[in-house]
């Protein structure tokens, strides 16, 4: 199993967008579940977004709802989490995940191999 690779993250003002972005080559992502997950120290890693396999169902918690969109392109190469109206509190490194579902998905478990996760700095 390979570790998916996730890119994107960088420091912007709150209020402000970015759009991260999950690989792996290895895998067809139409056929797996994907979570956006993010950590600050101290805290457990959360997961904030989920699409389903296949159908593409989408999952948000309550803190990103309306305001994180994710997507996922036709030929299953890549997961994108679009952040607006980005706040302090969006802070984190941001990892992905590639599971056989969303159930629990907030919870990082059953979780294989973890990659390298992309920084995200909101200012005030």
């Known amino acids: 199993q390979v570790s998916p690779v996730e890119s994107g993250g960088g420091s912007v003002r709150a209020g402000g967008s970015l759009r991260l972005s999950c690989a792996a080559p290895?895998?067809?992502?139409?056929?797996?579940?994907i979570t956006w997950f993010r950590q600050v120290p101290g805290k457990e890693r959360e997961g904030v977004s989920c699409?389903?396999?296949?159908?593409?169902?989408?999952y948000y918690t309550a803190s990103v709802k309306d305001r994180f969109i994710i997507s996922r392109d036709s030929a299953g190469t890549a997961v994108s989490l679009e952040m607006n109206s980005l706040k302090p509190e969006d802070t984190a490194v941001y990892y992905c995940a590639i599971r056989g579902s969303c159930a629990s998905y907030t919870i990082p478990h059953g979780v294989g191999h973890w990659g390298k996760g992309t920084p995200v700095t909101v200012s005030s």
């Open positions: 699409i389903s396999p296949i159908d593409g169902d989408t």
């Open positions: 290895e895998y067809n992502l139409n056929f797996y579940a």
